[in-house]
């Protein structure tokens, strides 16, 4: 089922609309939706109680200080099988939902899934700037203004929900669309303003934005490639890491309560460190930085949905995000093993394939 | 190349089949180079790439994983994971460059003795081919 919702109102106050109609018909116990903190330029996510609080929501605020899969992750566990909660995501965040849910980090059973179309983020910084008593909104910015990351993402649509918001092609208010037998359910109890017969504006628009998208990373993905070839490079690349951390803190997959990377596996005695010194001359500190990315490439390149917060969490501005990017579509692609499509796909790297890379383990010919 | 240099060999090798092999090489008197650091794991499955990675990085030439044939896991399948691990890890250091040649995934079963002296042979002399590592090379890493 497919239509448009609101003809009369903006997406934002449509999808409030929306939201208000969720809560009167007793749909949803609570939801989960981008707002502003009190008083501040700040979105976050909230968890809603009521519709009394829609006011102070900002479903397309295009700003995204983190993803809210891992909040989902939290309000999912031991939940209430008689409640109901909407949660509004975007693609980036809806695939790493996907990935969670098949980490068993989420369950989507009390779960409405809620996507919208994304036209880009910016940074929160730069979010920030442009806000007073009003906040900006996506046409307040330009196309430089948004993070790399968001300008090189294939998904404008979230490949998995129970309803999406469609703000591609729609000409006022927004077009929703359920793409799941729950999502149809629910969408039975909403007044559309008309069913959309013919979806061939909406399926042009997503085209166009997705033919500009994959031409500026194909370009851009290329740059960087050049950039980071070789090992001399790579360093360059990560000089000023800190080894902090942080990138690792806000990927929404990396969801281990203990990460290898900060276990005492590669800790040791002193005077080794001093060996080590000896024999290189010089022993940069700290040590295993290059080890930690490239391992968390190892340990997350299947699962990275490229939401890039790892670059906004950088405190050196090291454009992690955008080599994620590279590596992990890359690798997806060459391994036929994607992110974020479908909840029921097996774990990429505790599972396998019997009639995969059969040619490795056996001589070279 | 420095005909003097000698590639330094980190093996991970199965208990239950690539070091048997190891060891069935070294009873049999089978002559191989002496450039491999054997490592005995559990299962090529158990292998993290990150050791892989911390090896090159700390100098090693060149990384050898050995596991049991496909289908005959201990463990039933822990050599298919190894397997797509190491695909990753392929594609990861294709992307960036940092030459996924150095590491060698090989399937040696423990009968196989004469294999496994045949693949630290050929590995031996590849890496000899290629030079010192870079990777291990800069201070930085």
Redesign the interface.
């Known amino acids: 089922m497919i239509g448009i919702y609101a003809k009369g109102l903006n997406p934002r106050e449509a999808t409030r609309e929306f939201f208000a109609e969720l809560f009167g018909a007793n749909l949803i116990s609570s939801a989960l939706l981008p707002a502003r903190k009190a008083g501040l330029n700040q979105i976050f996510p909230a968890l809603l109680s009521s519709k009394d609080s829609l006011e102070e929501t900002f479903p397309f605020a295009p700003v995204m200080p983190l993803s809210t899969a891992v909040q989902l992750s939290k309000i999912t566990r031991f939940a209430n099988p008689t409640n109901t909660v909407a949660v509004l995501l975007r693609p980036c965040e809806s695939r790493a939902a996907v990935e969670l849910v098949k980490l068993r980090q989420i369950s989507l059973d009390n779960v409405l899934l809620i996507t919208r179309d994304c036209p880009g983020t910016v940074e929160p910084e730069t979010f920030e700037e442009k806000a007073s008593d009003t906040l900006p909104g996506f046409s307040d910015f330009t196309e430089d203004d948004l993070r790399p990351v968001c300008r090189m993402c294939s998904y404008p649509e979230a490949p998995v929900a129970d309803i999406n918001i469609g703000t591609f092609g729609a000409e006022g208010g927004i077009i929703l669309e359920a793409k799941t037998e729950k999502g149809a359910e629910i969408l039975k109890h909403i007044k559309l303003e008309q069913e959309l017969e013919d979806t061939s504006a909406r399926d042009a628009a997503l085209k166009e934005e997705k033919d500009k998208r994959t031409a500026y990373a194909e370009k851009h993905l290329a740059e960087l490639q050049k950039e980071v070839a070789g090992i001399d490079n790579l360093v360059k690349f990560f000089a000023g890491c800190i080894n902090c951390h942080n990138c690792r803190s806000m990927c929404p997959v990396c969801y281990c309560n203990e990460c290898f990377f900060d276990s005492a596996t590669f800790h040791f005695e002193g005077p080794r460190y001093e060996e080590w010194a000896a024999r290189r001359v010089v022993l940069q500190m700290p040590r295993d930085e290059m080890l930690f990315h490239l391992g968390r490439m190892n340990h997350i390149g299947l699962s990275c949905v490229a939401c890039g917060m790892c670059e906004q969490a950088c405190p050196h501005d090291i454009k992690v995000g955008q080599l994620f990017t590279l590596i992990s579509t890359t690798a997806q692609k060459e391994l036929d093993i994607h992110a974020g499509m479908s909840v029921t796909d097996p774990l990429p790297l505790a599972t396998f394939r019997e009639e995969e890379f059969t040619e490795m383990g056996e001589e070279k010919v | 190349m420095n005909e003097n240099f000698e590639p330094k060999i980190v093996g991970f090798f199965c208990n239950w089949c690539t070091a048997a092999a190891a060891d069935l090489a070294g009873t049999s008197r089978i002559q191989y180079p002496a450039n491999v650091r054997p490592i005995r794991v559990m299962c090529s499955g158990s292998v993290?790439?990150?050791y892989v990675?911390?090896a090159l990085?700390?100098g090693a030439d060149g990384v050898l994983i050995g596991?049991c044939?496909?289908g005959d896991c201990h463990y039933v399948?822990g050599?298919?994971?190894a397997?797509?691990?190491?695909?990753?890890?392929n594609?990861?250091f294709?992307?960036?460059?940092?030459d996924p040649e150095r590491v060698w995934?090989?399937?040696i079963s423990a009968s196989e003795g004469v294999r496994f002296a045949k693949v630290i042979r050929q590995m031996t002399e590849e890496l000899s081919q290629k030079g010192p590592n870079?990777?291990g090379k800069?201070?930085?890493?």
């Open positions: 993290d790439t990150s990675i911390k990085l700390e596991g044939h496909p399948n050599n298919y994971k397997r797509r691990r190491v695909a990753l890890l594609s990861i294709n992307t960036l460059a940092l995934l090989r399937w870079p990777m800069s201070p930085q890493t």
